[in-house]
């Protein structure tokens, strides 16, 4: 997306119905800002907010056109900061944030403006719903098309998974739309490394039907676990649950400072679960019940919020823990977790209090469905289970901690064993190498001119 320096006074492009957005304009810093405001130093010349399809492809053309250099914003819900780019023209998929869903066909035409809570409410609206993220504020477009794990993947696979067509701009303004039957290269593309291609503005997605009403067996529990003997029992028990948890038993745990009350910035540990069966109410409460007992005989929660609830409401559990603001991520993939609760326990002291952990069983479905390495852009999220480290930087003088505890915890993780996972969602992962050479042709025929980033280890220049 590079190219040549911008003039210091730019022109919207002809015909151009949407908002052309300059430094001096009141609402720039509210539009050129994402999720993650650890890139706010990031200074777009203009942002580009299109009205729609044929917007975009104005926009893609006039910068081809001139040779400007350009970054793509969906959601804005980005660890890498890959969607901005400092003296670029920046373009911002809000506006395309419509879900048209086809009940018959249970699928749905995600536009990429739209968020996991915009996808979320519509499919529920009519008893489904699909893999989004954990987070309602995410975006579809680049969670969507880079793995996208949520808390249905264990039954239903990742989001790459469940894309069923595209419509995509290329960097000359061209409009294609890639199916199964129709430009079938593209859409196996656009499955994990469309930011390498074109500009996604629609996806169609695989829906599921939700097992009751618009219903979900789901919640959190929280622990006080001030205690480190405690919290290392809590830990040790939810990884022998993960261990035999059944692909329908969506689970993960995370251990943070809360500052709120009750909790009152003590160490909470938190489990974040749901039964994605197909049973009642009734009957996943008896199933969930079962699973959960060794870990509620460790000790007693302080707070319980399991039970019936609408799925976009559980969707949203994990808001609260993942405010906008300056944000640092790593994950680390766990085979195993023969040495997980050794290597935690050592920097535990040390670990930021702002910083949080969340340890993900991922499994099931993604790994048991998952195509061939030669042809899979996303082979390095077929993870078993995958341990997160959030670091939110809340002031200047946190952030040199922050970045020191990320290092040390990589270094003690590594000696454990366990190495870095390949999510673009969660770090700077690129494509797989083992799907290069395919992808390397298909960029090389709706990408000629490398518009778009060239992927870490393919022959091609930026």
Known sequence: MGGDKLPSSMKRPEHFRGD???????????????????????????????????????????????NYPFAVMGGGHSFSGKSLKHDAVLIRLTHLDQVHVDVKDSSAWVGMGATVKDFDMETNAHNLFG???????????????????????????LAVDNILAARVVLADGSMLEATEDENTDLLWAIRGAASHIGVVTELKVRLFSLPEANLLYSGQIFWEAKDDELFEQLLSTFIAINETAPDNFAVMSMWANIDAPPFNGQRTFVLHGAWIGDESMAEASAIMAKFLAPILKVAEPIVHLLGPKPYHVYNSMQDPFTPSSKWRCSAYAIPDSNALVEAVMKLEKSRPHATAHGLESWGGRITAGAPEPSQDLVLGCRQRCVLALLGRMVSPESVEPTLEYAQAFKAELGRAGYQSVRYANYAESDVCHESMQRLQAIKAKYDPNNRFPVPAGMVGKQ
């Open 20 to 66: 052309f957005i300059l430094p001096s304009d009141a609402l720039y810093n509210e539009v050129r800002l994402g999720w993650n405001q650890d890139f706010e130093d990031r200074l777009p010349s203009v942002v580009l907010r299109p009205k729609g399809p044929s917007d975009v492809a104005i926009a893609m053309k006039w910068v081809s056109q001139n």
């Open 131 to 157: 893999v989004g993220g954990h987070v309602s504020d995410t975006g579809m477009a680049g969670f969507s098309c880079h793995g996208g794990f949520g808390c249905i993947s264990r039954r239903y696979g």
